[in-house]
């Protein structure tokens, strides 16, 4: 199928299974994994999560202790990404007059959003209808802002649209192939400003303190993430039982509350995310995954080099075929 008319059919009230409407419009196909392989991460976090009982009840209880403070919020968030800026600007040549500017929301499906207004300059929207808990800081900081989102629409900007001349790169069609390669390298922006012990030593010593959290905890707790990321293709899982029509909204929140830790409310938001993006989900694991080989097999472990490879991916059309090793 071709992305383009994929995504006028389904205007037009045609609706695609989640597996072929993912592979059009994105040009990449999501694995399929079976509730063992989850089952095994699940009962590697169940040793770490203190406590005992339901495993997503007794981690709910425990992140209490990682929620920043709403008054806190826009402090630790704006510390968060002038750290991610600075380190981005060390590697990447940016704009002279880039900027953005953080307004805080409610009533959104999702927990973080990008709107580039052109000219160098995003809107980034951070919902608050949740709690925020301390590790979304850095991440949202690097995925909205620097070296995701607001990077890959400068660079695009720049590089394409006025150097180039290449008008058609001022319009952002998100259901394409693009979005494949935005959300897996805002994904994988996070490790890239922030790699290995980084992000937990500047959640320690700067974030931690700034919202009054205990540090003495920041270890465990870091490494217990460690392990959910992995666990989010549960989401994708989720996402297809039920776009697909074989499980209800419940039944897939049910699925989120037990692989993902999600709180109930949570869960229930993430499935209004599946239902206004769809197979759009996997932009952001499978994406982030395939970006990460990339670089990894261009670039090895030497971070400028890294850097490099990352901001030709970001400054040259690419899609997910064009990144895959296989
Ligand atoms: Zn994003």
């Known amino acids: 199928m071709q992305g383009g008319f994929t ?3 389904m205007l037009r009230g045609e609706i695609f299974a989640f597996d072929d409407e993912a592979e059009s419009l994105y040009d990449a196909l999501p694995p399929h994994l079976d509730s063992l392989h989850f089952n095994q991460l699940l009962s590697d976090l169940d040793e770490l999560v203190p406590g005992s009982g339901n495993l997503t009840k007794r981690y709910t209880d425990y992140s209490q202790n990682f929620i920043i403070p709403v008054d806190k919020l826009d402090t630790v968030f704006q510390v968060a990404i002038d750290e991610a800026r600075q ?15 953080i307004e805080y929301v409610t009533g959104k499906s999702w927990s973080g959003y990008n709107y580039y207004k052109g000219n160098s300059y995003s809107l980034i929207q951070i919902n608050t209808d949740l709690p925020i808990y301390i590790e979304r800081a850095i991440d949202l900081a690097c995925h909205e802002g620097y070296p995701g989102h ?4 400068a660079l695009l900007e720049q590089n394409l649209v006025r150097d180039q001349g290449f008008m058609e790169f001022s319009v952002y069609p998100l259901f394409s192939p693009q979005s494949f390669i935005a959300e897996g390298s805002a994904n994988y922006g996070i490790d890239l400003a922030f790699p290995g012990q980084e992000k937990i030593n500047f959640e320690k010593e700067v974030l931690y303190p700034l919202a009054g959290l205990d540090t003495s905890l920041a270890d465990s707790y870091d490494q217990i993430q460690r392990l959910r990321v992995q666990l989010n293709y549960a989401g994708n899982e989720a996402a297809r039982a ?5 499980i209800s909204r419940e039944a897939a929140a049910k699925m989120l509350e037990k692989y993902l830790l999600y709180e109930p409310e949570r869960a229930l938001q993430r499935t209004r995310f599946f239902d206004q993006y769809r197979s759009y989900v996997i932009n952001y694991n499978l994406g982030k995954d395939m970006v990460a080989n990339f670089i990894r097999q261009e670039a090895g472990m030497d971070e ?4 490099s490879v990352f901001e030709d991916l970001l400054s040259t059309p690419k899609t997910a075929s064009m990144i895959s090793s296989e």
Do not use: A, S
């Open 7 to 9: 995504k006028l059919r």
């Open 87 to 101: 380190r981005t600007k060390k590697h990447l040549k940016l704009p002279g007059n880039e900027n953005f500017e």
């Open 150 to 153: 607001h990077v890959f629409n």
């Open 242 to 246: 039920y776009l697909d029509g074989k």
């Open 304 to 307: 400028v080099k890294r850097w």
